[in-house]
Every structure is written in structure tokens, then in C-alpha cells.
């Protein structure tokens, strides 16, 4: 993480001495010259053109970089020996490299991995006056220069396959008849019902809602499925038995719900002016706001049978920060490529559920009108096919953004259990397959720049890795996606670590 530097400072070590800091008492290091943190030197091999004139250059790679800090150590005869005492022991020799923090006037804090090689002056001078020039020395190995602060962010294991491109966590088609109650699920999820039970039903291929009570009584079915933070919802074949008269009726889908106090929400509005609207809130700590006011869906009546499609995506590269969108289309038409509603908030970040509730709004004179679908189902992420040949398995994904120039190397932490765990850039196609077994106590910890694999923190795996494919993140948005033969929704989770490079 960023130290806090200020601009034009420079700082070895997380503890280390800071230099570039201008006091009204002496000790301190004024810098006056740097070197080494424009492009590294390039590995070059020129070679003649046989039989004309004229030569070939190749400079695809970076050699280490050499830093050099240079300026003028102010102090006084009583002071200087214990100020050059500590720079001595910053800029000591290391086995590994260490963090070389410093920050450029326009930018945030910035770092490079480096090893000292000591500081040098004038030590005469030094002693005399209490002043001297000096040079701290630094070597580079990776001529990477990095985003001091660290991006981790964490892709959970989504559950079973689904159809597509799609993780589903939750299906359900209603193939079945219940009296009282929405029975089980295709996926074998059971509901939480609000409301009373002999409200709700299904008759073979559609759920149904019959709003007998009062206005403002919210009816809800919630599938009971493992609370995530990302969601990809998708309503079926939504349709109100009545035109709405006094007062609208409202389809509410509620995505990260965390509990009954803090949730987003996408609204459904049968008006009484024969229009569907759409709108997004949010609820947090039982106070509602809205997001995107009611937006009228041309095309769109109160005798259309609907699908709807609501979006929840934490982060692209921002942890606290999510997109949050929908879309409404008739029933038998083409799905649009655009949402009707979007909008960003980083209000509620927890992991949730998803819920499906109507509302007869204040006003509504509608004898028990009748809410029902044809289907509902909750996805995570993008699919990916293990072996090849065979459908896609469980995973989700996550788009990670590298704000630099250069491809920056990437850490996975793979914690079980889970059965052949799978990591992929669904942007450029790469995979990093590992055949193996791990259990719920186990992490497989994958380093691409460093190209090694090791369980538990240092029992080496790097032969579980299928043909080893150190797949960087490169400039821009990179869509990660993880899954595995089998995993335990919940517990099984990616942990991605990288900081943007620049060169």
C-alpha cells in the first residue's frame, strides 16, 4: 500500500529513511538529481546484413534498472554522523528485493522492487562542515515500474453449470403444481416466502403471486441460494392479470440482498396510464434512495408478457464500486444489447440474495390481481470448457483493470476445496489448468512472475500446472473467470493480487 508520500519524495523500505523532504532543521536529504526511472535499457543484438549494406537490431526486452538519487545531505557537525548512520543501514545489501517508493509530481505513489547497494559521499566533508553530496545506489531486477498499492479482489466459486455462457446458482421453470407454496427448485433451492402461503403457486409452467391483501404489503419469494455479491438475474415471461386502476402495481427484484435493511432494487411499474416503467434504488440501513427514477419502456403495455434481466457487478477495478443495471424486452423478441437503466454506488458491498416480490402501490383498486413468470434464474460469470471437449463448469468471473502501459504480473490464491481448479483471461483466452485435489484447509498459491506454484504456502506444485501458461494481466480491463470440477459454493474462492506496471 502507499506509504504517503509527497510529491518529488523518495523512501527504501516501508521504514526506511525519507528523502526529499525539506525541513527547518537539519538532518535531511535534498535531492537534486535522478536516474534510472525513464525507460530500462533495452537487451540489444545487432547483427550485419549478409552481402548489403545495413544491420539488424533486435531490443524486444528490458535489462535491470540502476537508480541513482543524488543530492546534498544538510546537517551539522553534531548531528550528521547519526543521519549518515541510518542511510548506511537503509541502503544496506538484501537477499530479496524491496519496495522503492517515490512519487512523481502529476501521479499517484509509485514503486519499483530494488536492491540497495549502498550510499556514497564524502565523509571528510562531511565532518569538516557537517554537509556533504551523496549518491544512494539502487538495482532493479524487474524493470517494472508499479502502482504502489496493491489490488486484491475476491471471485467466488459459482455453483453449477449452466447454459451458455452463464454460471447458474438458481433455476427454476415451475414444471410442477403447488396449491400453497412454490415447492423446489430445478437446482433443488426451496423459498422464504412473505406473505401468506396460500398466496403463491404454480401450475405447471408459471409461478404465481395473487395479491389478495392491502395495498403496500409486499409479497416475496426469496430462493434460498448462497449469499454472493455478484448477480446476473434474469426474469421470464413476467405478466399482471389486470390493467392497473387507482394505484400502479410493482414487480421488486431485489439483488444483494444482504438482509431485510439493505439491499438494491430493480422496480417493475404497470401503470395506470397502460406503460411499464423501470427504476433502480437502494436500500441501506432501512433508508431507501433512488438510483435511476421510473424510465418508461417503449413498446411496452400492460397486457405485455416481459423478461427481465438485472446486472449487480462489483468493482471493474474499483472494489467499492458497483454497476448496477436492467433491462426490460417483450416476451418472443430479441434481446436488446442495451439497458433501459444503469447506474454506480458502492453503498452496500456485502454478499446477498435475491428476491422477487409485487406490491399493489398506494391507491390500487384491483381485486387480487395476479403476478406470474415463466421462469427465473440467477447466473454468475463467464463459462469456460476445462477439457476441451465437454460443457462448461462452474466458475465466475471479474473484471480486473491494469491502469498502466505494460503487462503486470498476477498472484492466485486458490482456496479449496475443489477438484482441478481452473483460472482464465476470458479477454485473451489464456488458462492456467492445475490437476489437482484440494481440501477445504488447503490454498494453492500461484505467482505468474515469479513462475511457481506451492501449496500451503511452500510444498511446490508447479507439476499440477497443465502446460504452463504465466498468463499476465494486460493494459486495460481483463476479464478473470475461475472455476473447478467441483468446488463448495461459499467457501471455494479465487484471491487475485496485482498492482498496475508502467514501463
Given amino acids: 500500500m502507499a506509504i504517503g508520500l509527497n510529491e518529488y519524495e523518495f523512501q527504501l523500505n516501508d521504514t526506511g529513511v525519507r528523502l526529499g523532504v525539506l525541513t527547518s532543521l537539519p538532518p535531511y536529504f535534498d535531492v537534486s ?12 543484438t545487432v547483427r ?12 524486444e526486452l528490458e535489462k535491470g534498472r540502476d537508480i541513482i538519487v543524488e543530492g546534498m545531505v544538510y546537517g551539522d557537525t553534531s548531528n550528521i554522523e547519526g543521519y549518515l548512520d541510518s542511510l548506511k543501514a537503509n541502503y544496506a545489501p538484501v537477499q530479496s528485493p524491496i519496495p522503492f517508493y517515490f512519487r512523481p ?13 549502498g550510499v556514497h559521499y564524502d565523509w571528510d566533508t562531511a565532518r569538516r562542515i557537517g554537509c556533504t553530496s551523496m549518491q544512494c545506489a539502487l538495482y532493479a531486477e524487474d524493470p517494472r515500474i508499479y502502482d504502489a498499492n496493491l489490488t486484491s479482489t475476491i471471485i467466488a466459486y459459482g455453483g453449477v453449470a449452466g447454459n451458455g455462457l452463464n454460471f447458474v446458482t438458481f433455476r427454476d421453470t415451475y414444471s410442477r403444481v403447488t396449491a400453497s407454496g412454490l415447492g423446489t427448485a430445478d437446482t433443488g433451492h426451496t ?12 401450475d405447471g409452467t408459471k409461478a404465481k403471486i395473487t395479491l389478495n391483501a392491502s395495498t403496500t404489503t409486499v409479497y416475496t419469494a426469496q430462493p434460498n441460494v448462497t449469499a454472493v455479491v455478484n448477480h446476473y438475474a434474469y426474469v421470464q415471461g413476467l405478466f399482471l392479470s389486470a390493467t392497473p386502476t387507482g394505484g400502479s402495481i410493482s414487480a421488486l427484484l431485489d439483488v444483494r440482498a444482504v438482509d431485510a435493511s439493505n439491499y438494491y ?18 436500500t441501506v440501513a432501512s433508508v431507501n434512495s433512488s438510483l435511476v427514477a421510473a424510465t418508461t419502456v417503449g413498446g411496452l403495455t400492460a397486457a405485455s408478457l416481459i423478461n427481465v434481466r438485472v446486472e449487480l457487478e462489483q468493482g471493474q477495478g474499483v472494489a467499492t464500486t458497483s454497476a448496477f443495471r436492467a433491462k426490460v424486452w417483450a416476451q418472443g423478441t430479441a434481446e436488446p444489447a442495451a439497458f433501459n437503466v444503469e447506474a454506480f454506488d458502492g453503498a452496500v458491498t456485502a454478499a446477498g440474495g435475491f428476491k422477487i416480490n409485487a406490491v399493489r402501490n398506494a391507491g390500487n383498486t ?13 447466473d454468475e460469470g463467464i463459462g469456460f470448457n476445462v477439457d476441451f471437449g465437454g460443457g462448461a463448469l462452474p466458475g465466475t468471473s471479474f473484471n480486473l483493470t491494469n491502469i498502466g502501459n505494460r503487462p503486470t504480473p498476477v498472484q492466485y490464491v486458490i482456496q479449496g476445496p475443489c477438484d482441478n481448479p481452473i483460472v482464465t483471461n476470458t479477454t485473451t483466452g489464456q488458462s492456467m489448468l492445475f490437476i489437482t ?6 490454498t494453492l498459491t500461484v505467482n505468474t512472475r515469479d513462475k ?8 511446490n506444485r508447479r507439476n499440477t500446472l497443465q502446460a504452463p501458461n504465466w498468463f499476465f494481466l494486460n493494459p486495460g480491463v481483463n476479464n478473470i473467470a475461475f472455476g473447478a470440477a467441483s468446488g463448495t459454493p461459499g467457501t471455494t474462492q479465487l484471491t487475485v493480487s496485482y498492482r498496475s506496471a508502467w514501463r
Fill in 191 to 202: 423459498y422464504t416466502l412473505t406473505g401468506t402461503a396460500a398466496d403463491f403457486s404454480t
Fill in 265 to 282: 432494487r430493480a422496480e417493475l411499474i404497470w401503470t395506470t396510464s397502460n406503460t411499464i416503467q423501470i427504476a433502480l434504488s437502494k
Fill in 33 to 44: 538529481r535522478v536516474s534510472g526511472l525513464d525507460n530500462a535499457p533495452y537487451r540489444e
Fill in 437 to 442: 485435489s484440494l481440501s477445504a484447509s488447503d
Fill in 366 to 378: 384491483n381485486v387480487a390481481p395476479i403476478l406470474s413468470w415463466d421462469q427465473a434464474e440467477q
Fill in 48 to 59: 550485419d546484413h549478409e552481402g548489403a549494406d545495413g544491420s539488424f537490431i533486435d531490443a
Fill in 452 to 459: 511457481t506454484v506451492y501449496l500451503n504456502g511452500n510444498i
Fill in 105 to 117: 509530481g502529476s501521479v499517484a505513489e509509485r514503486l519499483l522492487f530494488v536492491k540497495p547497494r
